[in-house]
């Protein structure tokens, strides 16, 4: 159990309260909490300057909370999401990814990515309020 470091990758869902990815990371171990930020994958959906304003104040918020458990958000900007996702995992020798479910395009294209990429870390794990999905790729 305390052997296992989970990363939790935030995306839109920014919040510790009613968070099953980071609930169940918890549970398991050591937790690495990560937000990146791809401004070039947003491409015709690049947040509007108050959009931009709420998730500063957002990350500020969850920033917070997360350091209150004891937790270090680790807020990245970058221009490939997967490879600072993947950066990540290796840096901190995570064996456990976990994130909730993103619906509609945003989803649909990380899906896309996600699975078109030979992932060399032990679990992969999405979640939603009602849907579990365990991904392991070798």
Known sequence: MGGIKTVVWFRRDLRIEDNPALAAAARD????PVYI???KGEGQFYPSRVSR??????????????KS???????????STLAS??????????TKVVFNH?????????????????INFNR???????INYD???C
């Open 135 to 137: 991904l392991i790729r």
């Open 69 to 79: 458990l004891g937790a270090e958000l680790m807020l990245i900007r970058t221009d």
């Open 53 to 66: 304003w709420w998730l500063k104040q957002s990350l500020a918020h969850l920033e917070r909370s997360l």
């Open 102 to 118: 993103l619906y509609g395009i945003f989803w649909f294209l990380s899906s896309k990515q996600l699975d078109s990429t030979d």
């Open 85 to 94: 996702l993947f950066e990540c995992i290796k840096a901190v020798g995570a």
């Open 37 to 39: 930020w791809c401004p």
């Open 29 to 32: 171990g050591s937790v690495f």
């Open 124 to 130: 992969l794990n999405k979640f939603s309020e009602h």
